[in-house]
T-cell receptor, first 114, second 112 residues
Framework: DARVTQTPRHKVTEMGQEVTMRCQPI?????VFWYRQTMMQGLELLAY????????DSGMPKDRFSAEMPDATLATLKIQPSEPRDSAVYFC????????????FGEGSWLTVV | DQQVKQNSPSLSVQEGRISILNCDYT??????FLWYKKYPAEGPTFLIS?????DKNEDGRFTVFLNKSAKHLSLHIVPSQPGDSAVYFC???????????FGQGTELSVKP
């Protein structure tokens, strides 16, 4: 059963600490997205990659957020230093360019910064 | 600047009746539109899509209508069932395989 796997599922951290979220896309998918869900903005695109290369990270606060794909089976989203306003659910999604626009989401990483 | 808007945060419908969820967009370059459903504590799951060359796509109880001149799409669920209670997101893209821009979501509650 192919699915996107995200870790950790839940994270509570103190303000100023570094947070790293990891994502394993569906095997064979060449496009990976990071979204953040907030009450006000809905699902907000932070960054996305194709064939491990970043295509767009304009939605990401550059001073504290960074996204990478060290290899085809791992995407990471790092926040350093974390702030209370970063508290949200972070979703990773993956898709295959040749299959159109449908993307498949992981279950999300629930982040609380206190 | 919200390019995809769902102006109704919530909708309540009686079981068996029709649910209509609406979505507006501002970018005339969008050519691909999708609806996702999300249950609490889960990731969004794909429901149905439509490309700009069509004005209607149907899949079982779910139909998506696209009005390009009005930059408006809607999702119809007939008949509505309690299991349809979830948050529904519409999304749009201007390229095949391009980034999806999502709306804020509409929470649907189907009452028995």
């Amino acid at each position: 059963d192919a699915r996107v796997t995200q870790t950790p599922r839940h994270k509570v951290t103190e303000m100023g600490q570094e947070v790293t979220m990891r994502c394993q896309p569906i095997l064979g998918h060449n496009t990976v997205f990071w979204y953040r869900q907030t009450m006000m903005q809905g699902l907000e695109l932070l960054a996305y990659f194709r064939n491990r290369a970043p295509l767009d990270d304009s939605g990401m606060p550059k001073d504290r957020f960074s996204a990478e794909m060290p290899d085809a089976t791992l995407a990471t989203l790092k926040i350093q230093p974390s702030e209370p306003r970063d508290s949200a659910v972070y979703f990773c999604a993956s898709g295959l360019l040749s299959s159109g626009n449908t993307i498949y989401f992981g279950e999300g990483s629930w982040l609380t910064v206190v | 600047d919200q390019q995809v808007k769902q102006n109704s945060p919530s909708l309540s419908v009686q079981e068996g009746r029709i649910s209509i969820l609406n979505c507006d967009y501002t970018n005339s370059m969008f050519d691909y539109f999708l609806w996702y459903k999300k249950y609490p504590a889960e990731g969004p799951t794909f429901l149905i899509s439509i490309s700009s060359i069509k004005d209607k796509n149907e899949d079982g109880r779910f139909t998506v209508f696209l009005n390009k001149s009005a930059k408006h799409l809607s999702l119809h669920i007939v008949p509505s069932q309690p299991g349809d209670s979830a948050v529904y997101f519409c999304a749009a893209s201007d390229l095949p395989g391009g980034k999806l821009i999502f709306g804020q979501g509409t929470e649907l509650s189907v009452k028995p």
